[in-house]
Structures are given as structure tokens and as C-alpha cells.
T-cell receptor, first 117, second 112 residues
Framework: AQKITQTQPGMFVQEKEAVTLDCTYDTSDPSYGLFWYKQPSSGEMIFLIYQGSYDQQNATEGRYSLNFQKARKSANLVISASQLGDSAMYFCAMREGLDQGAQKLVFGQGTRLTINP | ETGVTQTPRHLVMGMTNKKSLKCEQH?????MYWYKQSAKKPLELMFVYSLEERVENNSVPSRFSPECPNSSHLFLHLHTLQPEDSALYLC???????????FGSGTRLTVV
């Protein structure tokens, strides 16, 4: 079973609008972390935002916020006031076993976001 | 510059060649990872090294051979690859129990 599911292969948004990218996850581990990365055409994976399973408040980083709904196992990324430079692939990822040693990140399939002028 | 440097950025190799990908981090991290990103597929974990010991080998064919001589360097040795091995190979590093994973820019590999 897939651990991370991103159901939107592509999204088209008008510049300056807000956009929500969906992510659902599956884990039985009570201790996990959720990540969002941006990947422009250059290939580099750029860290955007992190949410820990025990965090009480939704994470925010500038224009990025994470809508964390633990009971629904969803961790949607919200980008406010989108810009042309936001056009890229966006990946949701999860790390289980936060209190353990080195643990891999498991990634979703990604969403290609295109911002139109 | 992210703090994780991968070389080369692009590589074209024949199926009988032997080449190596290099990853170097100067972030003081003690865990390093190789990921493979093929077209239209999620990133696939290949190897995890923690404190220079391989802790995970994700059923990767033996034509891929990792090496981690110290906590700052990670190599992926390639030999007798197949065309389906063409992909973007991404290196990442983190603290073993940290929540910050830093990725390099990747090596785009083409096998001809």
C-alpha cells in the first residue's frame, strides 16, 4: 500500500491566487514527520515545510502553510499569493520513527504546479 | 548552493562502462542517502548510510555499488548498467534523528 498519496498530477493556478496541494498518508507509527519539497526543472529538491505528528499547531513558513488533519491523515500544502516562480513539481514526503536512527523519506508521486500570468 | 554537492551534474555512459557518482556534504550530518528519480515515478530510496554503515539496501541490483568512506562523502559506483537505469540520481543528508533532509542537485544519468 502506498504510504504517501498525491492525487493531483497537475494544477493550474492564476498568479496571486492561493493554491492547495493535497497529500494523504498512511502509517501506524505514532511518531512521524511530514515534509513538502519543491523541485524546479533544475532537479534540486528544495525543502519547504515540516510538520511533526505531535505538533499541536499547523506549520507555517512564509507563504507556505501546512493544513495538518491528523485524524484524516492529510497534510495539504497551502501556498498563498502564488508567484510565477512557484511553478515546479511539489512532493509530499513522510519519515516514520522520529525517535529512531536514520530513517528514509518516503515520497508521493508529486504534483506539477503551473502558475499562469 | 545547498550544502550537498553532487558531481557530475550530467553523465552519459555506455552499458559496458564503469563510472562513479560523488556526493559531498559539509553540514555536519551523519546520515546519507541515495535516491533514484525516474520519469513519472516517485522517488525511490536506494541506500541509507548512518555513521558510515549501510543501514538499508532497498533491493537494488548489484550493478549499483555504494561506498561511504566517511560521514562527508558518499559514492555510487556504476557498472554494466541498462538503459532503464537512466534517471536523476539524488543524494541527501541528514542528522540520524533529525528532521532536516538536504538534497543535492542530482546527477542526470543517461545510459546508451
Amino acid at each position: 500500500a502506498q504510504k504517501i498519496t498525491q492525487t493531483q498530477p497537475g494544477m493550474f493556478v492564476q498568479e496571486k491566487e492561493a493554491v492547495t496541494l493535497d497529500c494523504t498518508y498512511d502509517t501506524s507509527d505514532p511518531s512521524y514527520g511530514l515534509f513538502w519539497y519543491k523541485q524546479p526543472s533544475s532537479g534540486e529538491m528544495i525543502f519547504l515545510i515540516y510538520q511533526g505528528s505531535y505538533d499541536q499547531q499547523n506549520a507555517t513558513e512564509g507563504r507556505y502553510s501546512l493544513n495538518f488533519q491528523k485524524a484524516r491523515k492529510s497534510a495539504n500544502l497551502v501556498i498563498s499569493a502564488s508567484q510565477l516562480g512557484d511553478s515546479a513539481m511539489y512532493f509530499c514526503a513522510m519519515r516514520e520513527g522520529l525517535d529512531q536512527g536514520a530513517q528514509k523519506l518516503v515520497f508521493g508521486q508529486g504534483t506539477r504546479l503551473t502558475i499562469n500570468p | 548552493e545547498t550544502g550537498v554537492t553532487q558531481t557530475p551534474r550530467h553523465l552519459v555512459m555506455g552499458m559496458t562502462n564503469k563510472k562513479s557518482l560523488k556526493c559531498e556534504q559539509h553540514l555536519g550530518h551523519n546520515a546519507m542517502y541515495w535516491y533514484k528519480q525516474s520519469a513519472k515515478k516517485p522517488l525511490e530510496l536506494m541506500f541509507v548510510y548512518s555513521l558510515e554503515e549501510r543501514v538499508e539496501n532497498n533491493s537494488v541490483p548489484s550493478r549499483f555499488s555504494p561506498e561511504c568512506p566517511n560521514s562527508s562523502h558518499l559514492f555510487l559506483h556504476l557498472h554494466t548498467l541498462q538503459p532503464e537505469d537512466s534517471a536523476l540520481y539524488l543524494c541527501a543528508s541528514s542528522q540520524a534523528r533529525g528532521r532536516h533532509y538536504t538534497f543535492g542537485s542530482g546527477t542526470r544519468l543517461t545510459v546508451v
